[in-house]
């Protein structure tokens, strides 16, 4: 059971590159979020799913694409980077149910973004 | 839109001794989940503590425990017998607790906490 998977750990882009991350977790897991995390920001949600075929924008969604072909992956796309996407991003997941005894949201181990 | 504030950016605590880590949020709903998950330097997200709204009992996990205060929106930290361990990042989070953005964690923006030997 590998948990919630992220790859690369760590990536240098050049301004104007394109890219993805890729997020999978074995877990069946209906909800998976994806977070980037800024020194003195905390984490913000950028984009989140509740289901294959789902998606909906966070609270920074702007230079992003995600996709939910299946229930597994959650790849996160950067059509064109910009130096103000250097940042550490985060998956998530989760099982949907409302009413259960374990909530606990489950994360990758991050990725290491560098824009130059 | 709910809110959490941490209003220490950082803290730092002897060793063996207790310190209160502070969390506010604002919400307007009344079922949810708060939590405290602590990032060390290898920058995994560990949940540390949690709390169901409802429930009017402070959670405790071992060393860690918290003081749930509904009426005042306020949800702190408090590590006893504090270890050179400790030493990280501490977010507090909301979560809400039904609803189609339920898995969404909102987060304070840390708390770093340094353990002094």
């Known amino acids: 059971n590998a948990g919630v998977t992220q790859t690369p750990k760590f990536q240098v882009l050049k301004t104007g590159q394109s890219m993805t991350l890729q997020c999978a977790q074995d877990m069946n897991h209906e909800y998976m979020s994806w977070y980037r995390q800024d020194p003195g920001m905390g984490l913000r949600l950028i984009h989140y799913s509740v289901g294959a075929g789902i998606t909906d924008q966070g609270e920074v969604p702007n230079g992003y694409n995600v996709s939910r072909s299946t229930t597994e992956d959650f790849p996160l796309r950067l059509l064109s980077a910009a130096p103000s996407q250097t940042s550490v991003y985060f998956c998530a997941s989760s099982y949907r149910r409302q009413v259960t005894t374990n909530e606990k949201l489950f994360f990758g181990s991050g990725t290491q973004l560098s824009v130059l | 839109a709910q809110t959490v504030t941490q209003s220490q950016p950082e803290m730092s605590v002897q060793e063996a001794e207790t310190v209160t880590l502070s969390c506010t949020y604002d919400t307007s709903e009344s079922d949810y989940y708060l939590f405290w998950y602590k990032q060390p330097p290898s920058r995994q997200m560990i949940l540390v503590i949690r709390q169901e709204a409802y429930k009017q009992q402070n959670a405790t996990e071992n060393r860690f425990s918290v003081n749930f205060q509904k009426a005042a929106k306020s949800f702190s930290l408090k590590i006893s017998d504090s270890q050179l361990g400790d030493a990280a990042m501490y977010f507090c989070?909301?979560?809400?607790?039904?609803?189609?953005?339920?898995?969404?964690?909102?987060f304070g923006k840390g708390t770093k906490l340094s353990v002094k030997p």
């Open positions: 989070a909301y979560r809400r607790r039904r609803g189609g953005s339920q898995g969404n964690l909102i």
